[in-house]
């Protein structure tokens, strides 16, 4: 099953294989990859993978010692599945080896990460700061508007701030701004709830949307400027400065939020 970098591709080929060493040939990443890690994975079996933020966590804990590999893909990193004999290509720094498998990350920029962490992986530091995810049922309006009651910037600011929800880059932002009607400089403290009901449910019809569409990838959801053809096709607002608004014909307005490019339709978006 040689596939690329999907959590959703990659959990089910992982889930149950017990781990049979590390090959590592460059360790330095974003941080450096344990030295000890070969003697803390070896011999574990993978009981699950799941995402959180732009993490990847792979649980190998045992019923005596909970514990499991933290794995980030930076800015350019991406995981595929092969045979354990495929020949690594540069900057395929690190394998994670599954018996007749190996699990192999490719990172050019370095700015990835391969971590253990014992213990409860959720509580690790670089998680335990991470907002809500938006696929999940705790994310609603109700939550939304509790916590932006003391955030002055604007909404879209807001929306991309990793420590209130993960995963909204701008496309998605700007997309889910449009379809709640929200204009994207609205402070977000006033915000009624019915608008941060409205926002909620746009957020997540809009991920939905792009993860049938064929965004599924990690990489895709996370670092959501990147080009998916797919999802590019039904972008409402997003990268069409000065073209009519699908829905009501009025020019497509642009301006910088946070050094990022805003979309919005000044007549819908009020
Ligand atoms: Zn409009």
């Known amino acids: 099953m040689p596939g690329c970098c999907t959590r959703r ?40 993978v799941t995402r959180r933020g732009k993490y990847i966590l792979v649980d190998c804990g045992t019923k005596n010692q909970a514990g499991g590999l933290l794995l980030h893909l930076g800015m350019s990193g991406s995981l595929r599945i092969l ?16 018996g007749k498998w190996l699990l192999r990350l490719r990172d050019p920029r370095r700015f990835g990460a391969v971590l253990w962490v014992g213990g409860d992986i959720a509580r690790h530091p670089l998680l335990a700061g991470l907002g809500a995810e938006p696929l999940e049922d705790a994310f609603t309006g109700s939550f ?37 009607r929200i204009n994207p400089r609205t402070p977000a403290a006033r ?18 949307q792009a993860l049938a569409a064929g965004g599924s990838s990690l990489r895709d959801f996370v670092h959501s400027d990147g080009s998916s053809g797919y999802f590019q096709q039904q972008y409402y607002v997003y990268g069409r400065a000065g073209l009519p608004c699908r829905v009501c ?22």
């Open 9 to 48: 591709g990659i959990a089910p080929f992982l889930t149950g294989k017990i781990i049979t060493g590390v090959q590592v040939r460059e360790r330095r990443l974003r941080w450096p990859i344990p030295s000890n890690l070969a003697a803390r994975v070896t011999g574990r079996r993978i009981a699950g």
């Open 83 to 98: 045979d354990v004999r495929a020949k690594a290509q540069p900057h395929e720094h690190f394998d994670l080896l599954l």
């Open 144 to 180: 939304l508007h509790a916590a932006t009651r003391t955030r002055k910037a604007g909404i879209k600011l807001v929306l991309m701030n990793a420590s209130i929800v993960v995963g909204v880059g701008n496309i998605y932002a700007n997309e889910s701004l449009f379809h709640a």
């Open 191 to 208: 915000l009624s709830l019915a608008r941060c009901d409205a926002l909620a449910a746009a957020v997540r019809a809009t991920l939905q």
């Open 249 to 270: 014909g009025t020019p497509i307005r642009q301006l910088r939020q946070g050094q990022r490019s805003t979309f919005y339709c000044p007549a819908c978006q009020k």
